[in-house]
Every structure is written in structure tokens, then in C-alpha cells.
């Protein structure tokens, strides 16, 4: 697996030189540090071989959810339930993977909001020239959501880069 740090860093947890000024920067978080060594360890299992061929993007934790942007080739997504179960109980949280393999807005706000519909996701372009994504999900699917959703749209905010609404419809 490729990941931004040291593999030896991640797994003794003495960070070197160039490690540490990652950190200090604000590129690598705690968070990202203890999610790699939960991977790493993963990896060697048989089940998880895939993991070799993967690259560790970011993570980000919100509430009681954690989601991990991973790129990997080739996966189906039965793997990566097993995969987020497995880390389920090495992080102590709830866990959902996205595949940010060739993945747009659409697939990647998809597979967090899992397992509520997505009937669309808009692009909606504000005259001062910024962006923002809509994305509209039906009121029977309201209760599906993985967490409350203002926190569902702060972090799809987080992990798609620009300002992204909920709208029930």
C-alpha cells in the first residue's frame, strides 16, 4: 500500500525528520496516522490482499463516522464492506470506504450516503462564480442517513472539496 508517510514511521510510531514536518504542517493528522497502521496491519491478512495495489488518500472523521478515501484497482465492493468491518472494530468507529478510483462527485456522494437513494446531484453555479453541489434524496430515505444531515453535508463538504446541500425532496 502506498501512503503518504514511512511505512516503518507508521508502524513503530517514532516518527522521522520528514514524517514529523508532514505532521506539523497539517498534511498528515493523527487520525490518518493511527487509520494507515490499522491498513497496514490489514494488508498482510489474506482476505485483504488487494491492499497491496492500493493508495491511502485521506480520511476524515465526523462525529462517529470515519471515511477513508482509498484508491484501488480492480475491487469489488463486497471487499470493501469487509474491509471497512474489519476496521470497524481496529478504530473503535463506524467506518465507510470510498473508492476514489476514477470516481465523480456523483459516485463518491453515492457510496458515503449509502444506504439512502440518491435521486440526482445537481451542479449549481452562484453568480460570484463558485460552485456548489445539490444533491437530492428522497424524505422516505431521510432516516437512512449514516448521521444527522448537517453532518452528512459538512462532510461530503469535506471530501468533495466545494460547498454540497441536501435537499429532501
Request: hydrophobic share 40%; with cysteine.
Amino acid at each position: 500500500m502506498r501512503i503518504p508517510l514511512d511505512q516503518l514511521c507508521v508502524k513503530s510510531g517514532v516518527l522521522c525528520p520528514r514524517c514529523e514536518s508532514l505532521v506539523r504542517s497539517g498534511t498528515v493528522t493523527e487520525l490518518d496516522i493511527e487509520v494507515m497502521r490499522a491498513l497496514l496491519k490489514a494488508e498482510s491478512a489474506p482476505d485483504f490482499r488487494f491492499l497491496r495495489d492500493s493508495e491511502y488518500v485521506r480520511s476524515v472523521k465526523l462525529g462517529s463516522i470515519v471515511v477513508i478515501q482509498l484508491d484501488v484497482p480492480n475491487v469489488d465492493s463486497r471487499s470493501l464492506l469487509k474491509l471497512a468491518k474489519h476496521l470497524e472494530s481496529e478504530l473503535g468507529s463506524r467506518v465507510r470506504i470510498v473508492n476514489s478510483k476514477n470516481a465523480s462527485a456523483k459516485d463518491l456522494v453515492r457510496s458515503i450516503i449509502q444506504p439512502a437513494r440518491v435521486l440526482g446531484v445537481n451542479t449549481l453555479w452562484l453568480p460570484d462564480g463558485t460552485m456548489e453541489y445539490v444533491v437530492r434524496i428522497p424524505k422516505s430515505d431521510l432516516r437512512y442517513l449514516p448521521a444527522p444531515q448537517e453532518e452528512v453535508e459538512s462532510l461530503l463538504s469535506m471530501m468533495v472539496g466545494t460547498n454540497v446541500r441536501i435537499r429532501v425532496v
